[in-house]
Structures are given as structure tokens and as C-alpha cells.
């Protein structure tokens, strides 16, 4: 994010803020800190260690709100992790969603390369979220992508009584396009009034299959720990710049465009 676009975004930040009360808690829950940088393995050579990049990705993944005509919830997530700023301990986390396919009725493909960039800092013995980027329908002709700063979002903390403010938020997921929303609100209003999210169904970051992360960690488009994947007999490669078929690729469908040209976007 742009320096200007971030003070666009914190202003607003702080116009919700003084209308409403707000506890900032963050998570206690990373058994990291000022060690996450310069210790341990350090595979993708970024001055991180890998485990700390894990339990951060991990902790702060979001809980997606699905609706009841969702017919494409099936995903393999991944995630990237790089330090922004050792001064201030805040990283950036990419989380590939990589969902297997968008069942839009007139605009269906096979693989669906949404995602998110969650910026995170670490203060005070805890960890903080301080802005999110959410892919909604990313460089097509109805972009409603944007940054959100942590106090437009909302917190499930109920769910999980390890949560709290500014720890993981809870996203809304457009109806088989799998855009991602800060709220019911601007999902309405996303993909020129197309998009329609509701709160029926939720993935949350324990569920098993959807929602665990270990060995995940694809690296960086320079120094990839994970580009190649097979999946039900199909390859896929997340990390070059070609389609993106979601372990599917069926003859009646188009694919999607890949992660590389987002990641490049973004520094990953």
C-alpha cells in the first residue's frame, strides 16, 4: 500500500474508532516476537525464521463467512510471509486462498486465485493486525479490491475466546466468486452490485482440511519452497506465471490467470 492510500484508509480508520468502543488486544497467542527475526531456519532466506512465519500465517488466518448458494467452498490454501520493517517488527502476510474453481453461472472458470495481505506487527509482548488487503475480482473490469485498516473490520472473538480485536478478522466470501469483504455491506456493493455474501456458513482456521497450514509456505516467486503441486492428477504451478487450473482444468471451462503477476504486484 501507497503511503497516501494508507492515510486514507487510517483516517477512516480513526472516524469508526471514536464512534464506537474498541479494546486493542491483538494475540497472545505466537511464540514469537523479536526472535521471529534473525533465529532459527530461515529457508527462503529472508530473515525470518520458518516456524515463526507458520505460527504467524497460522494465527491470523482469517475465518470465512460463506452463503447458503455457495457451491465451491473446496480450497488448498498457501501462504507467504515477508518483513516490511524490522524498526517497527511488522511483516506482510500473502494468503493464497486457491480455490479450486469460481461457479459463477455466466463467468465459471476452473481456479480462483483470490487472496488476501494481512500487515501484522509485533509490540509489547503481542501481535497486532493493522491493515488487510482483500482480492475482490483483482484487474477485471469490475475491480473491488481495497485496503482495510483493522478497525473496519469485524472480530468473531466469541467463536474463540483466543481472539480479540485486531487479532484474526472475519472476511465475507461473494457467493461462488470467492471476492472477499470486510462486511455484508460492501460485499452488496462489490463487482458493480453483482457480488451477494451472507452469514450461513464459516471455514474456520482449525478446520482440517481447509484450514491448516503446515507446510505451506511457498517462499517468494525468487526463492520458491513450493511452486509445484499435484493434486487429484493434476499439476498445478503456483508460483510461475501461467493459468491456474485448480487441480481441475476441465475442457468446458476456461482457467484462470495465476498468483505470480498479484505476488509481483505486492513485492512477494
Not at 490454501?77 to 453461472?105: H, W
Not at 475482490?136 to 473490469?141: D, F, L, N, T, V
Not at 482495510?148 to 481472539?163: F, V
Not at 513450493?226 to 485448480?246: A, H, M, P, W
Amino acid at each position: 500500500m501507497d503511503r497516501f492510500s494508507k492515510i486514507a484508509v487510517v483516517s477512516l480508520g480513526l472516524l469508526l474508532v471514536m464512534t464506537g468502543s474498541a479494546r486493542a488486544d491483538g494475540l497472545g497467542t505466537i511464540p514469537y516476537g523479536d526472535n521471529c527475526w534473525g533465529t532459527g531456519t530461515d529457508a527462503d532466506r529472508d530473515g525470518l525464521n520458518d516456524d515463526c512465519e507458520y505460527q504467524v500465517a497460522f494465527w491470523f488466518m482469517p475465518l470465512f463467512w460463506f452463503d447458503s448458494g455457495e457451491s465451491g467452498h473446496a480450497r488448498r490454501p498457501y501462504y507467504a510471509v515477508k518483513s516490511t520493517s524490522f524498526s517497527t517488527r511488522t511483516l506482510q502476510i500473502f494468503y493464497m486462498n486457491t480455490f479450486f474453481e469460481d461457479s459463477g453461472v455466466t463467468t465459471g472458470h476452473d481456479g480462483d486465485p483470490e487472496f488476501q495481505i494481512f500487515e501484522v506487527h509485533y509490540s509489547g509482548g503481542r501481535w497486532y493486525l493493522d491493515f488487510v488487503y482483500m482480492s475482490a475480482h483483482r484487474k477485471s473490469i469490475c475491480d473491488s479490491s481495497a485496503w482495510y485498516s483493522y478497525s473496519q473490520l469485524e472480530y468473531d472473538t466469541a467463536i474463540d475466546s483466543r481472539n480479540g480485536y485486531r487479532g484474526w478478522p472475519t472476511l465475507y466470501v461473494a457467493e461462488d466468486k470467492h471476492a472477499t469483504y470486510n462486511n455484508l455491506s460492501t460485499c452488496d456493493k462489490g463487482c458493480l452490485y453483482q457480488d451477494y455474501c451472507s452469514r450461513t456458513t464459516y471455514q474456520y482456521l482449525d478446520t482440517a482440511t481447509t484450514g491448516r497450514l503446515v507446510s505451506r509456505n511457498v517462499g517468494s516467486t525468487v526463492v520458491q519452497l513450493i511452486n509445484s503441486v499435484t493434486l487429484n492428477g493434476q499439476t498445478e504451478r503456483l508460483l510461475d506465471d501461467v493459468e491456474f487450473k485448480g487441480w481441475d482444468d476441465q475442457l468446458s471451462r476456461p482457467n484462470s490467470q495465476g498468483y505470480r503477476r498479484h505476488m509481483n504486484d505486492f513485492g512477494f
